[in-house]
C-alpha cells in the first residue's frame, strides 16, 4: 500500500515538472512572435505561470550573452534534477 502512493506520487512529481517545462518552453515561443489579439490571454496565462519561476533564475544568472536569455535553459535543467532527487528520496522508502 504504500508502495503504491509513493508510486503515484513519483509520477505526479514526473508529470508535473515535464508539463510545466513543457509550459515554459511554449511562453518562450510565444515570447517570440506577436501573436492576435484572440491568443493574448494565452500568452498573458502563460507569463503568469512562468515569469515568477524564471525570475528566480534571472536573479541567480547576472549574466547574459547579448540578447540570449538562459534562464529557461536553467530552468528546465532545475525542474529535471528536482524531480530525479524527489524520485529518488522517495524511492528509498
Known amino acids: ?5 509513493i508510486s503515484a506520487v513519483v509520477n505526479f512529481v514526473y508529470v508535473f515538472t515535464s508539463v ?6 511554449a511562453y518562450i515561443l510565444t515570447s517570440w512572435v506577436q501573436l492576435p489579439y484572440s491568443l493574448r490571454g494565452v ?13 528566480f533564475w534571472r536573479r541567480l544568472l547576472p549574466f547574459a550573452v547579448g540578447p540570449i536569455d538562459f534562464s529557461p ?6 525542474l529535471g534534477v528536482f ?3 524527489i ?5 528509498r522508502f
Open 73 to 78: 535553459m536553467v530552468a528546465i535543467i532545475a
Open 87 to 91: 524520485a529518488t528520496i522517495l524511492n
Open 43 to 55: 500568452q498573458r496565462f502563460l507569463a503568469d505561470v512562468c515569469d515568477p519561476y524564471l525570475r
Open 83 to 85: 524531480a530525479e532527487i
Open 20 to 25: 510545466y517545462a513543457l509550459v515554459i518552453i
Open 1 to 5: 500500500m504504500l508502495f503504491d502512493a
